[in-house]
């Protein structure tokens, strides 16, 4: 999500608060934006994925 991306930031200066408030900032978005919860969904996969991308290491 561009929000927790792009606009804070905090993916890569606060990772565990995106983790934690990803749902809520979800739902907010889904609010504003007016979409279904099929898209909401979607967002939260996509950034689950991306949070698993950066927060494992492999050498």
Known sequence: ???L?????RLYFDIESV???LNQV???C???LK???QTQNGWVSE???ILKQH?????
Request: proline share 0%.
């Open 26 to 28: 979800a739902e907010e």
């Open 35 to 37: 979409a279904d919860a």
């Open 47 to 49: 950034m689950e994925q």
């Open 19 to 21: 983790r934690k408030n």
């Open 55 to 59: 927060s494992s290491f492999t050498l």
């Open 1 to 3: 999500m561009d929000f």
């Open 30 to 32: 889904a609010l504003q």
């Open 5 to 9: 991306i792009r606009r804070t930031g």
